[in-house]
């Protein structure tokens, strides 16, 4: 057996890798392109001003100062402010004290031998702070509290007397204490065979909701084409944009730019519809899994799937799925084979790329455009892709329908060169008639350009400055979730 102890796998990469094998590089020496943005540049410098302020048992007043001054310079003054109101949050959760820190990366860390091998899963914290009765450990959170079992279960298993985790967390000012779990050895075996079934498969995929989101690896796995092939390593920079993100770039930039690449923490949460998101859940099972979709049994087989709703969703996501037959109606030679389904490609411009000093440089930018589809499937042997709208007809309704024959077309259909159709069924107030588009290769180069420019812009925005980017204020701006604090950075 080999005694070496390969690399560890964090566990925030193997929650990724329960979900999908190929959004790690482990295996893969051609490894990923640099997703670092803006939010994790912010956590980053309130990371080494908390250590700073730590460290140095001069006067309060004077060591925030010097810590503010020196490790939040590179930013625009709303990314300033944002991270220095996380810095006094921070400090008032965990007052500072005389005791010993160590920001050195502190983890836990357990070992199982796999296929001859050592192999090792590691949890990470920012903070160990440490005096002579006890340890602390510190995870320092900026955004949303996704503590997985696994920390829970690695730390109590690593756990050597009087030490505490917690979770600082900035963003809904909490320090919180975690518990000690009792079956932590059963949770780290089962994470360690979750970790032996990629190290048997490392490049499977499994297009996913987080292909859009937390994967950092679009433009890697093969799901989402590269545009000209162009080979992507860990010098090369890379983002991705969700269909939600892109059509707001075709309102106002920066609205845009602050969702999409900068993350600045919305005003107000949009809602995005209840009933939406449950009626696409019903009739995206429905129809992936009918044999004959008109057969009047497959309505009792509807109420069985709804069955947990209260009685008013019920009956209207039954109406609502009896019209859209009626709207499928003539396209009888129709078989759907996936329902929320992730689609897109990549398009690789030159944009500005943040060196580890903070200096910027050129560089290509991969830039993927994915939207989840809400069915997928073939009209008499030809890709076809609808999407079903439970709201009024939108102008961007045209751009979402590139983005998706466009991917389908580069992952699937490019060489059968098969035109694809975008199908949109609108099931509104308004009942607006379906919108057939249909796709071939002339459009597509029309779409590729279209997209590539959108890619430009996107790559060209400095991550450290979110107040360069154009806004254009117009209607959008009363539904703005940025409406208050676009006003104040005006
Ligand atoms: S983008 Fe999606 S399919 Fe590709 S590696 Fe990531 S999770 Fe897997
Ligand atoms: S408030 Fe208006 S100008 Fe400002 S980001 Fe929103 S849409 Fe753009």
Known sequence: MNQEVNFPISTS????????????????????????GPQLYRWQQLRSAIEDWFVNQGPEEFVIKKAENEQFHMFDELQRKLVSDSFTKF?????????????????????????????????????EIMDKDRTDYIRLKTGEIKETILDKAIFTSERYGNETYYTASVKDEDLIEHETIDNHEEIIEEY????????????????????????????????????????????????????????????????????????????????FGEFGIKFHDAAGKMLVTTKDRNDPVEIERLKELIKDEDDEIQKKIIERYKELLEKLKGYENLELTLNEYPVG??????????????????????????????LLGRLDGFPIIIELKTGKKQEGD??????????????FAEAEKKDVTVLHIYLNEENDDPVPRKF?????????????????????WDPLDALSVDHSQGNCCDYCEFKDTCAEFR
């Open 345 to 374: 490609f990549t398009c690789v411009p030159n944009g500005t790329k943040v060196l580890s000093d903070y200096r910027l440089k050129e560089g290509k930018v991969a830039t993927s455009f994915i939207g989840q589809a809400d």
């Open 398 to 411: 045209l751009t979402e329908a590139e983005l998706y024959a466009f991917g389908v077309w580069k992952r």
């Open 13 to 36: 990469a193997l929650e990724l890798v329960k979900v999908c094998n190929a959004s790690n590089d482990h295996g893969d020496p051609k490894k990923t392109p640099n997703t670092k």
């Open 192 to 271: 360690f065979q979750i970790y032996e079934q990629f190290l048997n498969n490392p490049s499977k995929t499994n297009p996913n909701k987080k292909c859009a989101s937390v994967c950092s690896r679009p433009s890697k796995c093969g799901e989402f084409p590269v545009l000209g092939n162009i080979e992507l390593g860990r010098f090369d920079r890379a983002l991705t944009v969700s269909k939600t993100n892109l059509l707001k770039l075709e309102g106002c930039e920066r609205r845009a730019a602050w969702k999409l690449l900068y993350g600045i923490p919305e005003d107000k949460e949009n809602n």
């Open 91 to 127: 400090r008032s959760l965990y007052p500072r004290s005389k005791s010993e820190i160590n920001p050195d990366w502190p983890q836990k860390t357990v070992f199982k031998e796999i296929n001859n091998e050592q192999y090792a899963i590691s949890s990470h914290v920012q903070f």
């Open 440 to 460: 071939g290769e002339e459009e597509f180069k029309t779409i590729e350009k279209k997209f590539h420019s959108y890619a430009e812009k996107i790559a060209s």
